[in-house]
């Protein structure tokens, strides 16, 4: 595995935990983003981190991405529409 960005670190304390943080450069070169799910694994020589998916929209996020034209709007029924039993 070659290095494509490297820089030195030190590891510190975060309450009970210890932490390190992803610098910007790093974080870009990575493709790394605020929320997103990482996969955390020991492996020989060291700690190797991988994206596991994407991140997790805020709820401002999703509403802003709504657009009822593209998602079909609401529907307000003024009746039963279906096999509804009262």
Same mark, same amino acid.
């Given at each position: 595995m070659?290095?494509?960005?490297?820089?030195?670190?030190?590891?510190?304390?975060?309450?009970?935990?210890?932490?390190?943080?992803?610098?910007?450069?790093?974080?870009k070169a990575?493709?790394? &983003?605020?929320?997103?799910?990482?996969?955390?694994?020991?492996?020989?020589g060291?700690?190797?981190?991988?994206?596991?998916?994407?991140?997790?929209?805020?709820?401002?996020?999703?509403?802003?991405?709504?657009?009822?034209? &593209?998602?079909?709007?609401?529907?307000?029924?003024t009746?039963?529409?279906?096999?509804?039993?009262?």
């Amino acid at each position: 595995m070659t290095a494509i960005v490297s820089v030195d670190q030190t590891i510190q304390e975060w309450g009970n935990g210890l932490a390190v943080r992803i610098t910007a450069k790093v974080a870009k070169a990575a493709r790394f &983003t605020r929320g997103q799910p990482i996969k955390v694994e020991v492996v020989e020589g060291g700690v190797f981190l991988r994206t596991a998916g994407k991140p997790k929209l805020t709820l401002a996020q999703k509403l802003k991405a709504y657009d009822p034209a &593209t998602h079909g709007g609401e529907v307000m029924a003024t009746g039963r529409v279906g096999p509804e039993v009262f």
